[in-house]
Nanobody, 123 residues
Framework: QVQLLESGGGLVQPGGSLRLSCLAS????????MAWYRQAPGKQRDLVAI???????NYADSLKGRFTISRDTAKNTVYLQMNSLKPEDTAVYYC?????????????????WGQGTLVTVSS
């Protein structure tokens, strides 16, 4: 009922920047949190950053200062600005959203993942 479409991944040189976008669509009543996770080859999926409805953010400690998450609530879109990229940032980046679908009188929660977008940092 809710779909997430990520975009913005690609190949970038070390020290470069990328901006990821994630658009949520469907019978969305409200979105509580939107987040970015990443999964490098052979590793588990880890939280990169999360943003709540009121704009509160939280980041993986190792990424603070380089990555910035933001959200356009009206467009149901979350962004991840990634600066000073390093080869170890290479991973598939996944968008996640949690909220409710339906209407105020009949609704249910959702917890949805996007298909992922590959970010490769290499010279």
């Amino acid at each position: 009922q809710v779909q997430l479409l990520e975009s913005g991944g690609g190949l970038v040189q070390p020290g470069g920047s990328l901006r990821l976008s994630c658009l949520a669509s469907g019978r969305i009543l409200s979105i509580n949190t939107m987040a970015w996770y990443r999964q490098a080859p052979g590793k588990q999926r880890d939280l990169v950053a999360i943003i709540s409805t009121d704009g509160n953010t939280n980041y993986a400690d190792s990424l603070k200062g380089r990555f910035t998450i933001s959200r356009d609530t009206a467009k149901n879109t979350v962004y991840l600005q990634m600066n000073s990229l390093k080869p170890e940032d290479t991973a598939v980046y996944y968008c996640n959203a949690k909220g409710s679908v339906g209407n105020p009188w009949s609704n249910s929660p959702f917890d949805t993942w996007g298909q992922g977008t590959l970010v490769t940092v290499s010279s």
